[in-house]
């Protein structure tokens, strides 16, 4: 593909930015009455508000331009067409097909994959209903009452994300745990208090050979014999297994009957609504999981088939673009209005960074712009006692995302006005600031002025949704991977793989012998590496490492 940068769209833009510059959201909205209600848009029942961007009618017609001009559009129907667009590792990208509705036909490779999508979640379905039923009994005859997913990084942040987010609609006599991190705490409080007769480890992963995950699993099988009597008969009735491969999954001792399987083409960070999902349908049920996926289906549908102007995700993936790589702006804030979306962050990190965050284009040149801003967040109001200082004072631009609900999932719907007028707020007071005059005004001593100024002119999206239900978690997801891929597909960069990752966990294995072995391992790393392995063999044994000398 041809520079980005020397492209017309790209200068046009880039010329474009010079003249608007200067301009202040103030004046943008004293020009236009009506700008509140005309740069809002819908979809799969979310509503944006995108006004109170640094933006004019010409931006978005630019921006859109310079989108079809990077192939953005055909780049999306070739994604939902099955096209191998995942380059680097020759995969379709078709998280699409699995919220897919029965009948609909995405072929890969010669074969309808929509089919074994519903078979899997069919089967899925009937193993969830089972469990919460108390049909499914534990190797001493009780029913399960714990569920625990053992995986990392796309195989947990989704589920253990979309459980916080569905709460409201979880089965409360039963106990949901997730186990990623390698460290050891992570597992021994996650089942400290548990009982292994009753309770179901879900093994969640793609590869099935992650370090961390693999290492937990192992944990779990020897918590639970030790429990059990040692009866190796009882893993069957206590461990299943999400994955895509069923060979690995045999080796550690799980029956693939317990296995429910995915495919190639879905990416770790874009798997919570394949079996990846399984512990959120054993939450909240096999109709309430549908429900989140018809919203992933109905944004699909919003994306794939809504005028660019209108169009949510291609929106705001285009003013991530204009902030990123016109404004030099170096992250996005994401700031739920929603406590049962105080993991809704985390979970776009992995969704947005791993995505994006990668220094070459599709044919292997160096990137001639930023990608991948850095997304960060925490619910509001709480925020608000924080860092949001910075954000309305500090002397970086950081444009947020600010995400509310008209209705609490609460009865105290009195309070729940206090949450949403701080979220509107705070909009405002980002937007429009407060001038040397009004701070004067309210008898301020002269020497504080400018302390007590805020410069305003900070943009904001404001998305809203009815309340949240599994249907608009779905949608809300949805919107936020097809804005990553709008934003991918304008730096024509891989979105889908993530070799970055690999080098870590390659020297990994290199220095876990290095650290454990008993004899003294020749160390061959740069001199802080080796130093700090000397010292932490060191610590751990002293009397060997004084007999070595
Ligand atoms: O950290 C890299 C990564 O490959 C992620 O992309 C993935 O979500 C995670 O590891 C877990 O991988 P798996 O599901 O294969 O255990």
Known sequence: MSSLRSSPEWQALARHWRTLRGTTLKQLFDADAQRGTRLTAEGAGLYLDYSKNLVTGETLRLLQKLATARGVFARRDAMFHGDKINETERRAVLHVALRAPRGERIVVDGKDVV???????????????????????????????????????????????????????????????????????????????????????????????????????????????????????????????????????????????????????????????????????????????????????????????????????????????????????????????????????????????????????????????????????????????????LIHQGTRLIPCDFIGFDHSLTSMDGQHGLLMANLIAQTEALAFGKTPAQVRAEGTPEWLVPHRVCEGNRPTNTLMGERL?????????????????????????????????????????????????SQEPKLEHDSSTNALIRRYRRARNPTAQRTLG
Request: glycine share 8%; net charge negative; aromatic share 12%.
């Open 115 to 389: 089919p074994e999508v519903h078979a899997v979640l069919d089967r899925m379905a009937a193993f969830s209903d089972k469990v919460r039923l108390g049909e499914w009994r534990g190797h001493s005859g009780k029913a399960i009452r714990n569920v625990v997913s053992i995986g990392i990084g796309g195989s947990d942040l989704g589920p253990v994300m979309a459980y916080e987010a569905l709460k409201h609609y979880s089965r409360r006599d039963m106990t949901f745990r997730f186990i990623s991190n390698v460290d050891p705490v992570d597992f021994v409080e996650a089942t400290r208090d548990l009982a292994a007769e009753e309770t179901l480890f879900i093994v969640c992963s793609k590869t099935f050979t992650t370090l961390e995950t693999l290492t937990n699993a192992h944990a779990a099988r020897g918590w639970c014999l030790q429990q059990l009597g040692g009866n190796e008969t009882a893993v069957a009735k206590h461990f299943v297994a999400v994955s895509t491969n069923a060979a690995e999954v045999e080796k550690f001792g799980i029956d693939t009957a317990n296995m429910f399987g995915f495919w190639d083409w879905v990416g770790g960070r874009y798997s919570m609504d394949s079996a990846i999902g399984l512990s959120t349908m054993l939450a909240i049920g096999s109709e309430a999981f549908r429900d989140m996926l018809a919203g992933f289906h109905a944004m699909d549908e919003h994306f794939k088939t809504t005028p660019a102007e209108r169009n949510l995700p291609l929106l705001m993936g285009l003013l991530s673009i204009w902030y990123n790589d016109f404004f030099g702006a170096q992250t996005v804030a994401v700031l739920p209005y929603a406590q049962y979306l105080k993991r809704f962050p985390a979970y776009l990190q992995q969704l947005t960074m791993e995505s994006n965050g990668k220094h070459v284009t599709l044919d292997g040149r160096h990137v001639e712009v930023a990608t991948g801003p850095i997304y960060w967040g925490e619910p509001g109001t709480n925020g608000q006692h924080s860092f949001y200082q």
């Open 469 to 517: 239900t599994p249907h608009t978690l779905g949608a809300l997801v949805a919107l936020y991977e097809h804005s990553v891929f709008t934003q991918g597909a304008i730096w024509n960069i891989d979105s889908f793989d993530q070799w970055g990752v690999e080098l870590g966990k390659q020297l990994a294995q290199k220095v876990i012998p290095q650290l454990q072995d």
